[in-house]
């Protein structure tokens, strides 16, 4: 176990008043500082792993009390950084948790810099890097699907379905580099049929995992969609209608929308990100040709678009845009002819709420709910770190088949493959540089 000298402690709760904070010590010391600012039997001689106690916290010089407080040790490696742990769940409130902090620094602690405890915890082996990711993912998660997505990465799925692609490689490479050892004795070689097999199942493998990326990202992001349409079409009520809420001015007067109106919707868990936008006309005013402009950005970076027609006015043709889809009819409440309108998916009225649960269900069929549902619970979610190193490995892997359907030297197979292995290996951690984990921790906050 690499531990690291230096004992660290933290606030690992949120600022503010609430019931109780907790302060977090850990390293070689932690049991050290616990005895310095806390006075109890259970701390002298052996300590008992995760039992806790209760006790009086003092402040080391002085001897000043700062709170009753839970003191709960948990001994290395059995603990969340794989080090000796000291949890001292104080009262809540800024004050007493700072109190109770500044004493475990007097005692010797070092102020945890951001997300040092999760760092520990994977240099210490107690997390892969996707799990200790997934940390952060569940901390800032802000739906269900998100949270039940980052919840089952932490518990290893994700790092299951990358051991499924990376063991048989690694196995492989041992093989390649055995063989370039022993290069004089027969036999000791994978044979071709055997390493074109390990390629075409961990090609297969890597692409059923990238096939699953979007789904990753509309869980991580929410579901980009954007209400477009002629002037007046109603789009703003709809976005008010589906939200239940007056987010964006509506008026009878065509061209009232000009900047995108954005908000969150969850249906099913899902999170969709509405935008409202400017009615798509060429004849407008200035502001409103650039909020036109918006429209057209908006909708080319959507995942999908609803585009609505007003029931009682002229049948719109509408662009072609790369989103899925839904022909949205708005207005049913004053719709004469519905026959005038080709392909609608749904009739709605803002005003009488019809069409508006089948719009929703509509929505979720979309972008495949179902599937995202299965992606989360799997723990599949890859983030865009995730797939990029992914996408680089599955690259350089399908490479190195060529080369070794081209019968290329064993030398430069193996020195392949080591790249392909480190791209992967980037993702699990299994080989890792500062910078990497520079880029993986910047994303927490101190106590994490
Ligand atoms: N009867 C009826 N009127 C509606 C309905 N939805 C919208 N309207 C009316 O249609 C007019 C335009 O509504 P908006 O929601 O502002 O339309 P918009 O498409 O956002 O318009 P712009 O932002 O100007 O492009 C308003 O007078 C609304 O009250 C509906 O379902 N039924
Ligand atoms: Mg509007």
Do not use: W
């Not at 001292?88 to 004050?95: A, V």
Request: charged share 25%; glycine share 10%.
């Amino acid at each position: 176990m690499k531990s690291a000298a230096v004992t660290i402690a933290a606030v690992a709760t949120p600022s503010g008043k609430g019931g109780i904070a907790v302060v977090r010590v850990s390293g070689p010391a932690a049991l050290a500082v616990a005895r310095n600012v806390c006075d109890h039997d259970g701390l002298r001689g052996e300590v008992v792993s995760h039992y806790a106690l209760v006790g009086l916290i003092r402040h080391p010089e002085g001897g000043e009390a700062v709170d009753q407080a839970v003191v709960l040790p948990m001994i290395a490696p059995g603990s969340y950084t794989g080090e000796d742990v000291v949890e001292i769940s104080c009262h809540g409130g800024e004050q007493t948790a700072r109190l109770v902090l500044d004493a475990c620094l007097s005692a010797g602690a070092a102020m945890a810099g951001p997300g040092e405890f999760t760092r520990r915890a994977f240099l210490n082996g107690r997390l892969s890097l996707d799990q200790a990711e997934a940390v952060a993912d569940l901390i800032h998660a802000d739906d269900a699907l998100s949270a039940r997505a980052a919840l089952a990465q932490l518990r290893g799925g994700l790092r299951r379905e990358l051991a499924a692609v990376e063991t048989p490689l690694l196995e492989l490479h041992a093989q390649l580099e055995g063989s370039l050892e022993f290069g004089d004795e027969d036999d000791v070689g994978p044979d071709s049929a055997s390493m074109m097999e390990v390629f075409a199942s961990s090609l297969e493998s890597m692409d059923t995992l990238l096939a699953d990326a979007r789904g990753g990202r509309l869980i991580r992001d929410g579901v980009q969609v954007v209400l477009m349409g002629p002037p007046n079409a109603g789009k703003s009520s709809l976005f008010n209608a589906l939200l239940g809420e007056q987010r964006a001015l509506v008026d009878h007067e065509a061209g009232t929308t000009r900047d995108v109106v954005s908000s969150r919707l969850s249906i099913e868990g899902v999170t969709f990100v509405l935008h409202d936008t400017a009615g798509l006309r060429d004849d407008g005013d200035r502001v409103e040709s650039a909020g036109v402009a918006l429209t057209r950005r908006e909708a080319a970076r959507a995942d999908l678009v609803l585009q609505i027609q007003p029931l009682d006015g002229a049948p719109t043709v509408f662009e072609d845009c790369c989103a899925a889809v839904l022909r949205v009819g708005s207005r049913a409440d004053l719709a004469s002819d519905m026959t005038l309108y080709d392909g609608l998916d749904v009739a709605t009225s803002a005003r009488t709420g019809e069409g508006l649960d089948e719009l929703r269900r509509l929505m979720t069929v979309a972008v495949d709910a179902g599937r995202m549902n299965e992606v989360a619970r799997a723990g599949r979610a890859l983030s865009q770190r995730h797939r990029e190193r992914l996408e680089a490995a599955r690259t350089d892997l399908a490479l190195l088949r060529e080369q070794a359907e081209a019968h290329t030297a064993v030398e430069v197979l193996a020195s392949l493959l080591s790249g392909v292995l480190a791209q992967l290996g980037e993702v699990t951690g299994r080989v890792y540089s500062e910078r990497l984990l520079g880029e993986v921790f910047s994303r927490f906050c101190v106590g994490k």
